[in-house]
């Protein structure tokens, strides 16, 4: 028994012992596990970090797109009704006149951008409107010094406007009510030059007709009926375009 004891001691010693000499190898074992675990919590802290801003990123930039689609369609769809022709057609007009180098194809191509400068400029004459303001032949000489398309149509504008109200045929004076802000046109003449019955549609037809022989769609002489051949003339030799872009644009709309 007494020797029995003395084994069991002895082996007590040695697993205590060789506990001790583990304990620094289990130390550095757990520590590493700890390390590895801590390792793994930040890398997964990081990627959810990343995703989320990721997530809110995408977000913002689709709502900055939607809203940017958004607004952008709304100023289409202000302009939209002052374009003369189908949207389709306007985009493959505008298409073939932005690579122009002419002179004469870079003008159409900023007036086709802006197609509302030439109704806003009517509209805020009518509203400010005075009888016998504005002497033809004065009128006539600022656009034989147009410079650009955007000058001849919005010169244009006030030689149509203003001498007479609107230019017609015979060149009588349309009587003007000051209360309505709009001239008092008889129902024929208003037919036939088709004027909106709002202030703010002047006459979509005469502009569409005057891009159109700019364009080539049309002859010039088309327009003698709405225009001084004075006027006329000036328009045909500065502003319309030149055969090669002509074909152009008809191609690029036979190609829509």
């Known amino acids: 028994d007494e020797m029995l004891g003395e084994n069991i001691k002895e082996e007590l010693r040695f697993v205590n012992e ?16 700890l390390k590895k675990k801590s390792q793994k919590l ?77 109704f806003t400029l009517l509209n805020k004459m009518e509203k400010t409107y005075k009888p016998g303001e504005g002497l033809e032949n004065e009128l006539i000489q600022d656009i034989e010094k147009s410079k650009t398309t955007h000058e001849f149509l919005n010169n244009f504008a006030r030689l149509k406007f203003l001498p007479f109200g609107y230019y017609n045929n015979n060149n009588s004076q349309f009587d003007y009510d000051n209360e309505k802000r709009k001239f008092i046109i008889p129902a024929g003449i208003e037919k036939q030059l088709k004027l909106s019955e709002s202030s703010t549609s002047p006459p979509m037809d005469v ?23 004075q006027v006329l003339s000036i328009l045909e030799e500065d502003f319309m375009l030149k055969p090669k872009d002509r074909r152009l644009v008809e191609e690029k709309l036979q190609s829509t």
Not at 209 to 217: E, T
Request: glycine letters at 4%; one cysteine or more; hydrophobic letters at 35%.
């Open 18 to 33: 060789l506990k001790n000499e583990l304990k620094p190898i289990f130390e550095r074992i757990n520590a590493k596990k």
């Open 42 to 118: 930040v890398k997964q802290k990081k990627e959810t970090e990343f995703e989320n801003k990721t997530l809110h990123k995408n977000n913002a930039k689709n709502k900055s797109l939607h809203s940017g689609k958004s607004n952008q369609n709304q100023i289409i769809g202000k302009k939209a009704i002052y374009d003369p022709f189908e949207p389709f057609e306007m985009v493959a007009i505008k298409d073939a006149c932005k690579n122009m180098t002419s002179s004469e194809g870079k003008m159409i191509f900023h007036v086709l951008t802006n197609t509302h400068t030439f």
């Open 207 to 229: 502009f569409r007709r005057i891009i159109r022989v700019i364009l080539g769609f049309d002859e010039p002489k088309t327009l003698s009926t709405i225009m001084p051949q």
